[in-house]
């Protein structure tokens, strides 16, 4: 399949997406959403990411500060250089390691704050799960899990050997939202662990993901089951469609590749 044959399928089957979304019947329509996904990226010539970050901070990074009740103009700053630095790190030259990633993108949400140095640190009280009954574990509970994943990072990649991007989706969907639950940070914990997804989600030339304001009840509710019961399928199933909104609107619907040098060459 051509580029050109791939994008025009994608927009085909994009329409009983829409469709499908516009009556609710979405997040359960998975094979929909695989189809545009596998489309993507195994035919689809992407821009460089640089192209499609802009697309996302003109017109997302509002959406993304708005997730949470509690945000300030320092931190939708911040969530600002969280992406230029994930739009500079390079899988083929960058190591990734999911702890030492995280404390420099928590870093970066608070850089623009008056007090910075409260960025990239571990949390050492007790903390909640608003509007939850979910019991958050100990400040050392936290640490210890976290520090656990020093050097078992690389296995979020494993997937990927085999060609298997949806395991891989599916592991950083599912790891991501296990450090939510156990919230190393004091704050930011959800900004910071989405930033990470989006990070991962570069590795295989997704664009990244941003909620909107009528979809934060359904994104908190797919939430609150997978860190509640360890039930997935529904988060998933979401952030499936939410790649594929950012598939369309901020690569299909939107980019245009007028040189060879705006193509992203790279392979994960």
């Not at 949470?68 to 103009?73: A, C, F």
């Not at 990633?101 to 910075?116: E, F, I």
């Not at 599912?174 to 989600?201: C, H, M, S, W, Y």
């Amino acid at each position: 399949m051509t580029d050109k044959e791939a994008r025009d399928y994608i927009q085909l089957i994009f329409d009983g997406y829409k469709k499908r979304k516009s009556e609710n019947h979405l997040y359960s329509d998975i094979d929909t959403t695989k189809a545009i996904i596998e489309s993507y990226i195994n035919y689809v010539e992407k821009p460089k990411f640089a192209i499609i970050l802009n697309q996302y901070k003109r017109n997302y990074i509002f959406s993304e500060s708005h997730i949470e009740d509690n945000y300030t103009q320092y931190e939708q700053d911040g969530l600002s250089e969280m992406y230029d630095y994930i739009d500079s790190f390079d899988f083929k030259k960058d190591k990734f390691n999911i702890f030492v990633t995280s404390l420099v993108l928590h870093g970066k949400l608070y850089s623009k704050c008056p007090n910075p140095s409260y960025g990239g640190k571990l949390r050492q009280s007790t903390a909640y799960l608003v509007d939850t009954n979910i019991e958050v574990e100990s400040p050392e509970e936290a640490r210890k899990y976290f520090n656990s994943l020093i050097p078992r990072s690389d296995e979020i990649f494993a997937p990927l050997s085999n060609n298997d991007i949806f395991g891989y989706i599916n592991n950083c969907i599912i790891q991501t939202t296990k450090l939510i639950k156990v919230q190393p940070f004091e704050d930011g914990n959800k900004r910071t662990f989405r930033a990470i997804l989006n990070l991962l989600l570069k590795k295989i030339n997704i664009p990244p993901i941003y909620i909107e304001s009528y979809e934060i009840n359904a994104y908190k509710h797919a939430l609150l089951e997978a860190m509640k019961y360890e039930s997935y399928d529904a988060l998933i199933n979401f952030y499936y469609s939410k790649i594929c909104d950012s598939i369309m609107n901020l690569d299909i619907n939107k980019s245009k590749i007028t040189d060879k040098n705006d193509i992203d060459s790279k392979k994960y």
